[in-house]
Nanobody, 115 residues
Framework: QVHLVESGGGSVQAGGSLRLSCVAS????????MAWYRQQAPGKQRDLVALIRDDGSTNYTDSVKDRFTISRDNAKNTVYLQMNSLIPEDSGIYYC????????WGQGTQVTVSP
């Protein structure tokens, strides 16, 4: 069974940076389109923030373009999200998962950006 474990969140001031990591224990990253999702409040849906295909091509939601960078290391079964120029609206719990045939969600990692 594959477990997704996110880490790297924290509390930062606006303008700061964070680097999130997501390790898929048991593999299942290679060959999959992987994404980072954000849940901005309890009970709200998880919104896709960025995705990366196996060939390295990426897509971002408009609000994070030019500030966030998603990357992957298939050998380490790990997906990263480099977040720069953070704004308070980026706050939330960040999760990673496959875009298709989703795995069980991990616990996520909390990001809090203060003004």
């Amino acid at each position: 069974q594959v477990h997704l474990v996110e880490s790297g969140g924290g509390s930062v001031q606006a303008g700061g940076s964070l680097r999130l990591s997501c390790v898929a224990s048991g593999g299942m990253v290679s060959g999959s389109v992987m994404a980072w999702y954000r849940q901005q409040a309890p009970g709200k849906q998880r919104d896709l923030v960025a995705l990366i295909r196996d060939d390295g091509s990426t897509n971002y939601t408009d609000s994070v373009k030019d500030r966030f960078t998603i990357s992957r290391d298939n050998a380490k079964n790990t997906v990263y999200l480099q977040m720069n120029s953070l704004i308070p609206e980026d706050s939330g719990i960040y999760y990673c998962n496959r875009v298709l045939f989703k795995l069980a969600w991990g616990q996520g990692t909390q990001v809090t950006v203060s003004p």
